[in-house]
T-cell receptor
Framework: DAGVIQSPRHEVTEMGQEVTLRCKPISGHNSLFWYRQTMMRGLELLIYFNNNVPIDDSGMPEDRFSAKMPNASFSTLKIQPSEPRDSAVYFC???????????FGQGTRLTVV | AQSVTQLGSHVSVSEGALVLLRCNYSSSVPPYLFWYVQYPNQGLQLLLKYTTGATLVKGINGFEAEFKKSETSFHLTKPSAHMSDAAEYFCAVTPQNYNKLIFGAGTRLAVHP
């Protein structure tokens, strides 16, 4: 398996534009997480899915953020409209069970100018 | 609610010296505990984990950690630091009945000659 695949690796966009980040989890994993990493706030859990169902989205900062998981092999995180303070590295991770290792993608570095 | 505290955002050691990175957790029930490492421009990868059983767990690259329930701690150690250990280290917890991985703020380890 190629691991967790995120795209794009880098995204530069203008304030107000819509941004969509994509994630393909490891096949067979039943939980998927979206994290945001910044110098100021560290690694924040935004939302996590179990069996494609959003279980906890309490970390989603505001209504501009939305996430979907239409099937077991694909998830998106959308920001609309984007703002400069959304600039961060966004990680996707997947796992099979709470006591097992979470595998992380390489991250998407988002810059909003 | 689960939380993780990592004491010391930056730790600096000499090559060959003991590495000690501290992690304390807050949980109403014993959680699963993890240490992850992040190299520059990379995602996180698992160093070691504690779920049940032996409280001293060994991981990759010579690291180990001990779960101490009475102290609610899960400190990470390595007897002799290598230059290649320079990275950021994250302690994480997840409740045994809830698949939500919560990270500490991270500790950046510097290793100098």
């Amino acid at each position: 398996d190629a691991g967790v695949i995120q795209s794009p690796r880098h995204e530069v966009t203008e304030m107000g534009q819509e941004v969509t980040l994509r994630c393909k989890p490891i096949s067979g994993h039943n939980s998927l997480f979206w994290y945001r990493q910044t110098m100021m706030r560290g690694l924040e859990l935004l939302i996590y899915f179990n069996n494609n169902v959003p279980i906890d989205d309490s970390g989603m900062p505001e209504d501009r953020f939305s996430a979907k998981m239409p099937n077991a092999s694909f998830s998106t995180l959308k920001i609309q409209p984007s703002e400069p303070r959304d600039s961060a590295v966004y990680f996707c991770a997947s796992t099979f069970g709470g006591d097992t290792e979470a595998f992380f993608g390489q991250g998407t570095r988002l810059t909003v100018v | 609610a689960q939380s993780v505290t990592q004491l010391g955002s930056h730790v600096s050691v000499s090559e060959g010296a003991l590495v000690l990175l501290r992690c304390n957790y807050s949980s109403s029930v014993p959680p699963y505990l993890f240490w992850y490492v992040q190299y520059p421009n990379q995602g996180l990868q698992l160093l070691l984990k504690y779920t049940t059983g032996a409280t001293l767990v060994k991981g990759i690259n010579g690291f180990e950690a001990e779960f101490k329930k009475s102290e609610t701690s899960f400190h990470l150690t390595k007897p002799s630091a290598h230059m290649s250990d320079a990275a950021e280290y994250f302690c994480a917890v997840t409740p045994q009945n809830y698949n939500k991985l919560i990270f500490g703020a991270g500790t950046r380890l510097a290793v100098h000659p």
